[in-house]
């Protein structure tokens, strides 16, 4: 009898934050795990390599910027021939302007929707044509939010990067119907990472506290912890999910 087939997942942005829960998450379901970020947060990279091999999982860290076609194609491949196979895609890599349209420059408009939407794009796309290579379906889940499905003020860019992410998602999903690949989104409200942090919380209300205004969010307004969105991206991953594609799940508590 052959040994089973471990699965092989590649996780965006996992320096930090949900990136990295998301990739310990799936480590401990038993997945070997390929850890993505620029190359400015190598040394980060190379703790969570730790904690994955800790775990006794099989993990490689691969820099790369999400939004450069060349880097992205690299990197599948380099993982495709390290790790054997691309059995899961989690394009989670994002950045967040926070200024309302008329204060937004062309370059922090630009520098959005080339990380957020041509990153996912771009992950998506060489993951889908490994996965369609290899025959044997797959899983691709992308980074949407909260700001994907209501618009906030002072998050222009933000929410329209993550809007669109809901419409690639749906296209996709058809797409690749046909080979046994579902594509799903995650749609985050207020989650304490390290991007819900700023100097003023101390004088704002505590953590987080500084975001909440800016978005004009009561203080009281309810928030989780990456552990809820690591969640979710685990059972989409899970082969028993095969019925659920071009869906964005919102991980949130009611208001």
Known sequence: MSAPLIRVAIVTG??????????????????????????????????VVSEIQAKGRRCLAVT???SLENEVREMVGRVV????????????????????????????????????????????????????????????IGASSIAGKKGFPNLASYCASKFAIRGL????????????????????GMIMTSLADHPDDAINGGRGSTWKKTLGLPLTHPQGEPDAIASIVSY????????????????????
């Open 64 to 66: 790369a910027d999400v």
């Open 236 to 255: 989409l991953a899970k082969s028993e999910s095969y019925f659920i594609t071009g869906e964005c799940e919102p991980v949130k508590t009611m208001q």
């Open 169 to 188: 998602t749906q296209c996709t999903a058809l797409d690749l119907r046909p080979y046994d690949i579902t594509v799903n989104a995650y749609a985050p």
């Open 14 to 47: 996992a320096a930090q934050g949900l990136g990295l829960a998301i990739a310990l998450r799936l480590a401990d379901d038993g997945l070997d795990v390929a850890v993505n970020d620029i190359s400015a947060k190598r040394e980060e990279l190379k703790r």
């Open 81 to 140: 021939n390290e790790l054997g196979g691309l059995d899961v895609m989690v394009a989670n890599a994002g950045v967040v302007y926070s200024n309302p349209l008329t204060e937004t420059s062309v370059e922090e408009w630009e520098r959005t929707m080339s990380v957020n939407l041509r990153g996912a794009m771009l992950s998506y796309k060489y993951a889908a044509q490994q996965m369609i290579k290899q025959g044997r379906g797959g899983r691709i």
